[in-house]
């Protein structure tokens, strides 16, 4: 399977921006997908995660309130609503699929600036 992740752009503190994670087909063996973000200078840090079954979802601290993860599943694509960016959510954000007895499998990064 592999992932596309588009939907990253510019926008002002306060703002708020979509992004979509589309997988190639549907893929029994994905138990979860998650977003990931890589700051300027920083290591990639883990943003949110869906489960593919129950759709329960996790965040971190840093984007509780404010970011939103859910799904389609018959678009087999991953959303993450991003609402009151800051500029500390200027990133590349990446999703990835958490796999079942397979490799990960990570998409290309969107970038996101926040401008204050």
């Known amino acids: 399977v592999q992932l596309q992740a588009y939907g990253g752009g510019s926008v002002q503190a306060g703002g708020s921006l979509r992004l979509s994670c589309a997988a190639s087909?549907?893929?029994?063996?994905?138990?979860?997908m998650g977003w990931y973000r890589q700051g300027p200078g920083k290591e990639r840090e883990w943003v949110a995660r869906?489960?593919?079954?129950?759709?329960?979802?996790y965040y971190a601290d840093s984007v509780k309130g404010r970011f939103t993860i859910s799904r389609d599943n018959a678009k087999n694509t991953v959303y993450l609503q991003m609402n009151s960016l800051k500029p500390e959510d200027t990133a590349v954000y990446y999703c990835?699929?958490?796999?079942?007895?397979?490799?990960?499998?990570w998409g290309q990064g969107t970038l996101v600036t926040v401008s204050s």
């Open positions: 990835k699929a958490n796999r079942i007895s397979r490799p990960d499998t």
């Open positions: 869906i489960t593919t079954g129950g759709g329960t979802t």
């Open positions: 087909r549907s893929d029994a063996t994905i138990a979860s």
